[in-house]
């Protein structure tokens, strides 16, 4: 048995090995080598042009000589300057960011083999994918720096995505036990955490959302939202040109909760609300998710009040945006850290959502290397919500009885 599981590998060995050396090249990868022949070509046939003009003649007259036969100098034909292509780089502060990415796709359970003919380490694999992540670059300038053909980056960067993807249930997941009492934090502003009291809880994380915007998948074009406003093409643009991405993160900006769906999908944490319906061990004892107005307002999850109220309301949600502003830092943070979020050239929504995916795992991955990059909060990610989302009777209890127990509080500690 033992000896047929060894003829086994070996076969595959050498099925990859055969796989990369004759798998055919893409129409992609062919027209990059064309393109790259081609420009050999037309700069051989420049330096030739160059190498056969005539010697440049410059005539030197010494004073008080005129008549004196002129001096031939021959100039040296200066060469063009090659076009410089960057090699692939790796700063200080990236290889270990880059060196335990690669730990983490080398120790996962998948041993499925990268895309793409290229013969790329892990490393470099990591570092291409996170160039394309962090910085909005062109698949040409990408191809110059790696000396890869165009049509080959393309699947060596979504097989690494795949590759991440399966991380998520590793590095994005609800916290249990003391991973969950280490994210609890006091209900109340920090100033006031000194005067908890009983019945008011602790909140596990913040719910809310964001939008990726992607390109349009073929078919779908609305002529109307072909406009140069950002905000008119907000209004008009059809709703599979964004994805949403639901997020929970926890005081630390760390992601505990990820799903990411379609434009058209309306969906404002109803789905997440069953699940802790049907296992209410998600959420420990005393404790609460927050979420802005247009979530379900329930026992777990408490929305402020929304409309005209008095001070009582207006103390509870005042507390609220305390945790708000976590989440609204936390989606800056990961715009500001993967510049493609910001516009994903993408039609296809599998590969959309796999690029999402894969920047809010390693959103997690680079926080708990502390490396944190501090993205500016726009208008635009803090999202809310006019009217209130589905209300049921328990979560409006609680909320009243919460938002009574603040007011309290905070007259009987100013005075």
């Known amino acids: 048995m033992e000896v047929s599981e060894y003829v086994l590998s070996a076969g595959r060995a050498v099925?990859?090995?055969?796989?990369?050396?004759?798998?055919?090249?893409?129409?992609?990868?062919?027209?990059?080598?064309?393109?790259?022949?081609?420009?050999?070509?037309?700069e051989g046939d420049l330096m030739a042009k160059l190498k056969t003009q005539p010697p440049t003649i410059y005539v030197q007259l010494l004073p008080g000589?005129?008549?004196?036969?002129?001096?031939?100098?021959?100039?040296?034909?200066?060469?063009?300057?090659?076009?410089?292509?960057?090699?692939?780089?790796?700063?200080?502060?990236?290889?270990?960011?880059?060196?335990?990415?690669?730990?983490?796709?080398?120790?996962?359970?998948?041993?499925?083999?990268?895309?793409?003919?290229?013969?790329?380490?892990?490393?470099?694999?990591?570092?291409?994918?996170?160039?394309?992540?962090?910085?909005?670059?062109?698949?040409?300038?990408v191809s110059r720096r790696f000396h890869l053909e165009k049509g080959n980056i393309h699947r060596i960067f979504?097989?690494?995505?795949?590759?991440?993807?399966?991380?998520?249930?590793?590095?994005?997941?609800?916290?249990?036990?003391?991973?969950?009492?280490?994210?609890?934090?006091?209900?109340?502003?920090?100033?006031?955490?000194?005067?908890?009291?009983?019945?008011?809880?602790?909140?596990?994380?913040?719910?809310?959302?964001?939008?990726?915007?992607?390109?349009?998948?073929?078919?779908?074009?609305?002529?109307?939202?072909?406009?140069?406003?950002?905000?008119?093409?907000?209004?008009?643009?059809?709703?599979?040109?964004?994805?949403?991405?639901?997020?929970?993160?926890?005081?630390?900006g760390r992601f505990l909760h990820c799903r990411i769906s379609k434009g058209s999908d309306v969906d404002r944490g109803s789905a997440l609300r069953d699940k802790i319906r049907q296992h209410p061990e998600l959420m420990p004892s005393g404790s609460c998710l927050v979420a802005r107005a247009g979530y379900p307002l329930t026992a777990q999850i408490l929305t402020p009040y929304s409309g005209s109220h008095g001070p009582r309301e207006e103390l509870f949600n005042k507390m609220l945006e305390e945790h708000f502003h976590t989440l609204d830092q936390a989606i800056a943070n990961l715009r500001a850290r993967f510049q493609r979020l910001r516009y994903l050239d993408i039609g296809n929504y599998d590969r959309a959502r796999a690029v999402v995916l894969t920047a809010c795992v390693l959103h997690n991955v680079f926080l708990d290397m502390g490396q944190v990059v501090q993205g500016q909060v726009e208008t635009e990610e803090a999202i809310t919500e006019d009217e209130e989302g589905e209300v049921d009777d328990e979560g409006l209890r609680r909320r009243d009885a919460i938002s009574d127990l603040l007011f309290k509080s905070f007259n009987s500690g100013s005075t």
């Not at 036969?69 to 090699?87: C, D, H, K």
């Not at 994210?183 to 100033?191: D, I, M, S, T």
């Open 65 to 141: 000589q005129a008549n004196v036969q002129p001096q031939v100098l021959q100039a040296t034909t200066p060469s063009p300057p090659e076009e410089e292509t960057p090699e692939p780089r790796e700063d200080t502060e990236d290889t270990a960011a880059v060196k335990h990415i690669a730990d983490l796709l080398q120790s996962s359970k998948s041993r499925a083999r990268m895309a793409g003919r290229a013969r790329l380490s892990l490393s470099h694999t990591v570092l291409l994918s996170l160039t394309l992540l962090t910085e909005r670059v062109s698949y040409r300038s």
């Open 158 to 252: 979504f097989s690494f995505c795949e590759r991440v993807n399966m991380l998520e249930e590793t590095l994005i997941r609800w916290p249990t036990g003391s991973e969950a009492a280490e994210a609890l934090v006091p209900f109340c502003c920090p100033e006031k955490e000194h005067e908890e009291q009983q019945g008011i809880p602790h909140v596990l994380g913040v719910l809310g959302h964001t939008r990726i915007p992607i390109r349009l998948p073929i078919g779908k074009h609305n002529v109307e939202s072909t406009v140069p406003e950002v905000k008119r093409m907000k209004k008009e643009a059809h709703p599979d040109s964004w994805l949403n991405l639901q997020l929970i993160c926890d005081h630390k």
């Open 15 to 42: 099925l990859d090995m055969v796989e990369r050396e004759w798998q055919p090249l893409s129409p992609g990868e062919l027209e990059q080598r064309l393109d790259q022949a081609v420009e050999e070509i037309l």
